[in-house]
């Protein structure tokens, strides 16, 4: 951008008018961010996201990620595929899992994401409980690995008994009913000192919840755009 006060000179020191707008460089009109996410394309950026898509069972994740990866032609990461087997067979019996079941789950997760933006992703987008603000934190050392990666949660909450009626309604899960509560028990919603996440009242229908996401997706995408140039 020229600034007003700027002086122009020519190659022998003396000031010249400064030049009309005709004879300044064209600058290509790029895509807008939320016009390139809309055309299923990333913007250009030198960042690279992950899109972790967070809450209780039942919160709507696998639905709402599955939704944004078509969106933003993303890659698409189901969280629960990579919990070993020992893990979903307690879900399965109703046993809640601890900090230590969750914890090479999570590094998993992390290193999933970065191996699909190290194969040239622009992004991914993950399904992750990440009740805790701990476990949260495993995949906020992303960026350690490489320092292009943006890491973002969004937070999927609703009442504890619309979670519970989702869930039971749901057929062909190991994840049953049962277990909504204890996930309550342990959640951990995350603090306003957690810039890196966009929170969704998921209470309503699920079209206007995917719309909701993606236009805070679209924005946040937006805002590291600008940042950046
Ligand atoms: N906003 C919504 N309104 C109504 N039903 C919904 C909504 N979001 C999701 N559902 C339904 O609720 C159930 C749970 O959704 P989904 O499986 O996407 O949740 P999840 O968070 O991935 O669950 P889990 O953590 O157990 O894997 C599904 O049957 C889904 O179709
Ligand atoms: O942290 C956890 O307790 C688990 O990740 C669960 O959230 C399940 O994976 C999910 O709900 C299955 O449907």
């Given at each position: 951008m020229l600034s007003h006060n700027k002086s122009f000179t020519n190659v022998n020191g003396q000031p010249t008018p400064p030049p009309s707008s005709d004879h300044l460089p064209i600058k290509t009109v790029q895509p807008t961010s939320m016009e390139a996410?809309?055309?299923g394309t990333?913007?250009?950026?030198?960042?690279?996201?992950?899109?972790?898509?967070?809450?209780?069972?039942?919160c709507g994740k696998s639905t709402v990620a599955q939704y944004i990866a078509k969106a933003l032609n993303l890659p698409y990461i189901e969280g629960d595929e990579f919990h070993p087997q020992a893990n979903i067979d307690k879900m399965a019996s109703g046993i809640p899992l601890t900090d230590a079941d969750r914890w090479d789950w999570l590094t998993a997760?992390?290193?999933?994401?970065?191996?699909?933006?190290?194969?040239g992703s622009q992004g991914v987008v993950l399904t992750c409980s990440a009740l805790k603000r701990k476990y949260r934190d495993v995949i906020r050392v992303a960026p350690y690995y490489d320092h292009n990666v943006l890491v973002h949660f969004v937070y999927l909450h609703a009442p504890e008994d619309v979670l519970l009626q989702r869930v039971g309604a749901r057929k062909g899960h190991y994840m049953g009913a049962n277990m909504v509560h204890s996930q309550f028990g342990i959640l951990e919603p995350p603090g306003k000192e957690e810039t890196d996440v966009i929170s969704v009242d998921v209470s309503g229908p699920i079209e206007q919840v995917?719309?909701?996401?993606?236009?805070?997706?679209?924005e946040a995408v937006a805002a590291v755009v600008d940042r950046d140039c």
């Open positions: 996410a809309l055309n990333q913007p250009e950026s030198k960042h690279h996201h992950i899109w972790l898509i967070t809450g209780p069972a039942g997760l992390r290193e999933e994401s970065l191996r699909r933006l190290t194969e995917e719309r909701e996401v993606l236009s805070r997706v679209e």
